[in-house]
């Protein structure tokens, strides 16, 4: 089984398959390296795609002390894949938890980032709901360490943000769920402890957006209610930036919806490499209507 090591010796799984450009793929709380199996088969027969899990997601190592997990080390280990892997540049995609780390990496790292697509990041940025968003978190830790993830995993695949995929595609649905139950229960406790309930807002980082220039994307479901303010938020600031919403759809979107999910993210990457993809131009954004239009007459 490949295992790459991060800066703080720390050792992680990964898989990659095809040739070409390098596509990472960062995996969500809920999810691991299998969770990106749609995209891996559709983008390696183009680039080379790759996948790991993160620190706390067995087979990677399961570090015992919280305070080795956080939101800075989560966009470090997608640098340490890289220097492993000898890549010096790379499309970055990440879902939820991943999209944090992506969308840190652009900020880090913009010199490694060909482009980065941000799905499914959100949840707790809201200033009005950070302290709700750290009880959360602090209970959801307390059950998972409990009950283990074999118990919690089922309550929480079943959330009202997943729902959507359980109807859509049941059998789908449910290889989710029986993957999320096999993860390491102190693995995820310390994954909510340091990562999920530590990371800063997004609203506190408003500033680094708007100095961001690598070419975004950002992908939500429409029903994902916790990732659409904060959606718009990061479209309004970051420059380099697209927005894009699936209909009818909750956060899981590369597993709900695979076919739209991969359509977006192909013609993003081909705008991107063609140097079709710039920053927004300033006359969109005047804060009128209509502009000049009617002034002077």
Not at 32 to 37: G, I, K, T
Not at 219 to 241: A, T, V
Not at 269 to 293: A, F, K, M, Y
């Amino acid at each position: 089984m490949p295992h790459l090591k991060t800066d703080d010796n720390v050792e992680l799984y990964y898989e990659e398959a095809g040739e070409g450009t390098p596509i990472i793929f960062v995996h969500e709380f809920a999810g691991d390296y299998r969770s990106w199996e749609p995209q891996m088969r559709h983008f390696s027969r183009r680039y080379r795609a790759i996948t790991y899990n993160a620190r706390g997601y067995s087979p990677s190592d399961i570090p015992s002390n919280p305070n080795d997990y956080s939101q800075k080390r989560a966009c470090d280990d997608i640098r340490a894949v890289m220097d492993a892997l000898q890549i010096e540049e790379a499309h970055i995609v990440g879902l939820s938890m991943g999209g944090f780390a992506t969308l840190h990496f652009g900020f880090d790292y913009p010199e490694k980032a060909l482009s980065l697509v941000v799905g499914g990041c959100g949840y707790g940025a809201q200033p009005n709901q950070r302290e709700m968003f750290q009880n959360e978190t602090l209970a959801t830790v307390e059950k998972i360490k409990k009950e283990t993830m074999d118990v919690a995993g089922k309550a929480y695949a079943s959330g009202p943000t997943r729902v959507q995929y359980q109807n859509k595609d049941p059998r789908g649905w449910k290889e989710f769920e029986v993957q999320l139950r096999e993860h390491s229960t102190e693995g995820s406790a310390n994954t909510m402890m340091g990562v999920q309930r530590l990371r800063p807002s997004l609203y506190d980082l408003e500033d680094k957006m708007r100095e961001l220039t690598v070419p975004t994307m950002i992908i939500n479901g429409d029903e994902d209610d916790p990732c659409l303010d904060p959606g718009l938020l990061m479209k309004r600031n970051i420059s380099s930036s697209s927005l894009v919403v699936l209909p009818r759809s909750g956060h899981t979107i590369n597993l709900e919806e695979p076919a739209m999910f991969n359509w977006f993210v192909d013609d993003f990457l081909h705008q991107v490499e063609s140097g079709n993809w710039g920053l927004r131009d300033p006359r969109s954004q005047t804060g009128s209507i209509l502009g000049d239009t009617g002034k002077g007459s």
